[in-house]
């Protein structure tokens, strides 16, 4: 069991091997989670609720999250920012 979402959560999606899954909830936030170990390695807070989350299937680094104010963003998990916005 993995706990840390306030509200239920929405939508998780694993990497490609399957070592990290990501979650995003209804408490506005996305997490990306270690398999093996059950911790949380990535977090962030996002100012509309995050309605589902990919990673990207070449780049283990990257990922997308669409957003419930119409927007896709792309985080790269290495650096800990986004580096880009869809509308």
């Known amino acids: 069991t993995y706990y840390g979402h ?9 990497n490609l091997d399957g070592s990290f899954f990501a ?6 936030t996305f997490k990306v ?14 100012r509309a609720i995050p309605y589902c989350v990919r990673f990207h299937p070449e780049e283990p680094n990257s990922l997308l999250l669409g957003t419930a104010d119409r927007k ?6 290495r ?9």
């Open 23 to 28: 979650s995003c909830s209804f408490d506005k």
């Open 6 to 14: 306030n509200k239920p959560v929405r939508e998780v999606a694993f």
């Open 33 to 46: 989670w270690n398999t093996e170990i059950g911790k949380c390695t990535f977090y962030k807070a996002h």
């Open 72 to 77: 896709v963003i792309q985080w790269d998990l």
């Open 79 to 87: 650096a800990d920012e986004p580096v880009a916005e869809y509308e």
